[in-house]
C-alpha cells in the first residue's frame, strides 16, 4: 500500500529543476556545447519562471550536485511522509 501510494504521489508530481542561464550555460559549454547553441537552445525553453509556476517540486539546481542530492533526499521523504499519512 504504501508503495502505491508514494509511486501516485510521484507520478501525479510535476518536478521542474531551476538553475540560472549562466549556469546552464557554463555547465553546458564545460561539457563541450558551443556557447550560441547553449543561449539559443535556453532561449526556445518555457521560462524558469512559468515552469517554476507548473511545478508541484522546485529543485533549485543552482549549487553542487551534492547540494542537489541532498534536497531531492529531503523532497522525497516530504513525499514518503504523505504517502504514508
Do not use: C, H, K, Y
Request: charged share 25%; net charge negative.
Amino acid at each position: 500500500m504504501f508503495r502505491a501510494a508514494i509511486a501516485l504521489l510521484i507520478a501525479t508530481a510535476a518536478w521542474a529543476q531551476t538553475a540560472s542561464p549562466d549556469t546552464q550555460v557554463a555547465r553546458s559549454v564545460a561539457r563541450g556545447m558551443d556557447e550560441a547553441d547553449v543561449r539559443a537552445r535556453i532561449a526556445a525553453q518555457l521560462p524558469i519562471d512559468d515552469r517554476a509556476q507548473m511545478a508541484d517540486v522546485l529543485l533549485d539546481n543552482e549549487g553542487t550536485l551534492e547540494e542537489l542530492a541532498a534536497e531531492v533526499e529531503v523532497l522525497w521523504r516530504d513525499l514518503a511522509a504523505r504517502a504514508a499519512g
